[in-house]
């Protein structure tokens, strides 16, 4: 008989993903890359090849953070029952402003197993 895959609290999902706002705004990388799974994929926006595996990720947000974006959460953190939790933020580099939702699942020890980013032509906004 397989064991059983306990998802991890709510409240332990929502701290995960306000720690990758803070992490990333800090430029704070290692910490950034700590809170996602050894195997994990990011796919950045939705339809792109994914990222896999912690090298691939690092040199992705290793490259976003450079751009000097900022991320702000533009409503709360959202959990669930299950092992996924969402984000609506807005990333700010310069003068653009991208409307982003994020949903990430988490693995049996918490750490980020996918992130997919939701956004398109119409979430690009100037000034």
């Not at 306990?6 to 993903?17: D, I, N």
């Not at 691939?56 to 959990?79: D, N, V």
């Amino acid at each position: 008989m397989s064991p059983t895959y306990a998802a991890p609290a709510e409240s332990a999902m929502k701290e995960a993903l306000q720690a990758y706002i803070d992490h990333f705004n800090a430029g704070d990388l290692d910490a950034l890359i700590g809170l996602f799974a050894d195997d994990a994929s990011v796919e950045d926006p939705v339809g792109s090849t994914a990222k896999r595996g912690l090298a691939e990720i690092r040199a992705f947000y290793g490259e976003s953070i450079k751009t000097g974006a900022k991320l702000a959460l533009s409503a709360p953190i959202r959990g669930s029952h299950a092992d996924a939790a969402a984000m609506a933020f807005e990333a700010r580099i310069g003068a653009l402003t991208i409307r982003v939702i994020d949903v990430m699942t988490f693995d049996s020890s918490g750490k980020i197993a996918s992130m997919k980013a939701y956004f398109g032509q119409g979430d690009f906004v100037q000034g």
